[in-house]
């Protein structure tokens, strides 16, 4: 192996890996490092896709038990086979990793797997798994090591009754009971998934309300539609401290009115968010800086305080999520070719994989509150969609924010079926600035849940729903 390349990604999730595939693209003799057995990072492994298939599997046996006899489809007797569920998760995960592992192929990366470690701006130290080393040069390297699960002082990850949405993806035996701290985005998927199959969950929260870095109208929906699985949601709830008493965890926490109440379950998860994973980098023999919290500091076009170093995904400022990571790997690929590639972060949705699903995109209605930007508000609940009604997914609604002079759109926030592959028309409209009343003109098939897209348009537009 020439130990030369034009461009090193160290990191092989979304980010990473579509960074190498863009570069080799380009015409770049590329290289892409992994510590770890298979390709694809947290996402393919221990994050996005095994928890997509958790979600998938367990809404389906939460319909069977809930739903099918409604529908005409008698299904007495239908049990839970949790090893298989677990086992079908791991399979699709190995077919991502192989996917990914093949892309490199095809694009003829070179795939290195060890730990990576600068000796200076120019030059990197892998260490293999027998603990030999090779030197690897480049003119660009680019960082997307991601991030790592993060945890509360006092609170200790033991990983074994007290555990991160890593170990909790691969659970041995079905728990009976489940305590998470934090409703975030991975706080609420993991709570469908487990309260679905029958698990008893409770979600401890700081703030006012679940998904507290989306728009509140959505967090309040959400709450009541996971009580309907058995979800108890408690707000304004500060965890103190979580016990491993062997066979189960005991967690203290000041309620709402700061009285010290205590909780015993199988099982918590700490989802309190993650962190920006830098460490061992070797970034001290170089000049990249990193900010209070880890981060590392680069500039509009994702460069570090290095030249030839980029960054991209978790280990910068912005939204943790996979497809910023990726958009971020093709801006910083085009760059060094020096094409002018540009990221509206603006137009980034945000989605979580609940039952309904959630879905944003642009400024939610407190920021433009705050901010004291005019707005008009449409708002369509799907209990009145008529495809809604027929599929018996009547939860949620759709929102749209424009403004009231030109009527651009401003924000869209959607809790309801196919909510996030709903939000692309929103990102499409809002990048070709497109009006409320430019997206009331065009032709919705019928009938479809996109229509309350269209509905909450023509309510924002002042002209007033037309349709079921």
Known sequence: MDNNFDVIVIGSGPGGYVAAIRAAQLGFKTAIIEKYDKLGGCCTNVGCIPAKALLDSTELFHLANSKFNEHGINTPGVMLNFPQLMKRKSEVVRQNANGVAFLMKKNKIE????????????????????????????????????SKPSTLPGITIDKKRIITSTEALSLQEKPASMVIIGGGVIGVEMASIYARIGVKVTILEFMNSLIPTMDNDLGKELKKILAKVGVESLLNHQVKSVINKGNEVEVTFLNEVKAEQTITADYCLVAVGRTSFTQGLGLENTSVKTDSRGKIVVNENLQTTVKGIFAIGDVIDGPMLAHKGEEEGVYVAEYIKGQKPHIDYRLIPSVVYTWPEVASVGSTEDELKKNKIPYNQGKFPFSASGRARAAMEADGFVKVLTDPKYGEVLGVHIIGPRAADLIAQAVIGMHFETTDEDMTRLSYAHPTYSEALKEAYLIASGQGALNL
Not at 114 to 141: C, R
């Open 111 to 146: 795939i290195i797997h060890g730990i990576a470690s600068f000796l200076s701006s120019s030059q990197l130290q892998v260490t293999q798994k027998d603990s030999s080393a090779i030197m690897l040069g480049s003119k660009y390297f680019i960082i997307a090591t991601g």
